[in-house]
């Protein structure tokens, strides 16, 4: 029951804060949560980001591609919905990062130029076009672009507490 309730009740801050906020006002509390993000990575070498703080979890730079898969999976429907079109599909994050591998610097070079395409495009979205349409998701409810990216808000602070703690684990 507990976990129905938190997601009914991020379904509805989603829904809540897509129609009270610009795209002006969601750029700069995503770009803060990147932000957030980014300065948890501060300091860590590669030897720390690639190692795994126990077998079943994952190591910092497998976080930072899974950040970086998420960017690259939304952006595409947040562009196709402010179009006016529906996207083909909705949300699927991959939960295998594929790029874990290459250096802290490349994969976090990656997240900034993520991140300024998904921050461009909420700039250009001043006329904040076809917020009515939706696309249905299991966990989110029915998400407009600018509740995609709220999501990506959430899914940055939330792995930011993430990649303290790993940095933090001995």
Do not use: C
């Amino acid at each position: 029951m507990a976990e129905a309730d938190e997601q009914a009740k991020l379904r509805s801050y989603l829904a809540a804060q897509s129609a009270k906020l610009t795209a002006a006002e969601i750029r700069a509390r995503l770009d803060e949560a990147a932000g957030e993000f980014l300065a948890a990575l501060s300091g860590a070498d590669d030897a720390r980001a690639h190692r795994r703080p126990a077998p079943d979890e994952w190591s910092v730079a497998e976080v930072v591609d899974h950040v970086t898969v998420t960017l690259e999976d939304v952006l595409p429907i947040m562009r196709t919905l402010a179009g006016g079109r529906h996207p083909a599909q909705g949300m699927v994050v991959s939960h295998a990062p594929a790029h874990a591998a290459r250096p802290l610097a490349v994969l976090v070079e990656r997240v900034r130029r993520g991140q300024a395409a998904v921050s461009d495009f909420l700039a250009a979205q001043g006329a904040e076009p076809h917020t009515d349409l939706r696309v249905a998701d299991g966990d989110f409810g029915d998400v407009n672009w600018k509740g995609y990216a709220l999501i990506l808000r959430l899914h940055y602070r939330d792995h930011a507490q993430q990649v303290a703690r790993t940095l933090a684990a001995p």
